[in-house]
């Protein structure tokens, strides 16, 4: 059975960082194909693919965010870390990680964690 | 970047009625070494994370209800409910996982009538 879970803060004031970190079970970060991306959305609106770490560590990110963000793994803690820099009010939203395996969309996801953006 | 365009932005269907959402990509998302298109969609209930329903524009996903299908090809796409239920009350997503940067539909309300 595959869960991940997000955990971090749940309040960052402006300009600082927020760093998020999926933890999840089920599955392995080192199987050849497996990825784990990152997704937010903001109270009431779409969602927006964030980021992507693959079993080789290929990472891939969204071309709007790629200055603000990093995503890396730790393997050995089936854990997923996204860091977003300079944290603006207009970055408040659920944030999810979710799994996808080779080609595909995202078929597991976490409950999602929001983060309030606020001085 | 692919834009998902959904139409329409809400919908209100009368229960046991069928219900069509629709999903167009700015380019196509037909992905060559399957001939498929990397197109899903997903179903997100208030309060929930979403829930994949249909890939490869037309697969469901196991456990999903027969009355959802996924139809279509090239840069026009389609979500049917043949027969509305309660339960189905949500917001629909498109999303094409063909090209970086993923993106996704701007999402489709769907209400009771």
């Known amino acids: 059975q595959i869960t991940l879970k997000e955990s971090g803060p749940t309040l960052v004031k402006p300009t600082q960082t927020l760093t998020l970190t999926c933890t999840f079970s089920?599955?392995?970060?080192?199987?050849?194909?497996?990825?784990v991306g990152w997704i937010r959305q903001p109270p009431g609106k779409a969602l927006q693919w964030l980021a992507l770490?693959?079993?080789?560590?290929?990472?891939r990110y969204s071309p709007s965010l790629k200055s603000r963000l990093t995503i890396t793994k730790d393997t050995s803690k089936n854990q997923v870390v996204l860091t977003m820099t300079n944290m603006d009010p207009v970055d408040t939203a659920t944030y999810y990680c979710?799994?996808?395996?080779?080609?595909?969309?995202?078929?597991?996801w976490g409950q999602g964690t929001l983060v309030t953006v606020s001085s | 970047d692919i834009v998902m365009t959904q139409s329409p932005d809400s919908l209100a269907v009368s229960l046991g009625e069928r219900a069509t959402i629709n999903c167009k990509s700015s380019?196509?998302?037909?992905?060559?070494?399957?001939?498929?298109?990397?197109l899903a969609w997903y179903q997100q209930k208030p309060g929930q994370p979403p829930k994949l329903l249909i890939y490869?524009?037309?697969t469901r996903e196991s456990g999903v209800p027969d009355r959802f299908s996924g139809s279509g090809s090239g840069t026009d796409f389609s979500l049917t409910i043949s027969s509305l239920q309660a339960e189905d009350v949500a917001v629909y997503y498109c999303?094409?996982?063909?090209?970086?940067?993923?993106?996704f539909g701007q999402g489709t309300k769907l209400e009771i009538k």
């Open positions: 979710a799994h996808r395996h080779g080609v595909s969309p995202f078929s597991y």
């Open positions: 089920g599955f392995s970060l080192s199987t050849s194909g497996v990825g």
């Open positions: 770490i693959f079993w080789d560590d290929d990472k």
């Open positions: 380019q196509s998302v037909l992905y060559s070494s399957n001939n498929k298109n990397c």
């Open positions: 490869w524009a037309s």
């Open positions: 999303q094409q996982y063909y090209g970086i940067p993923y993106t």
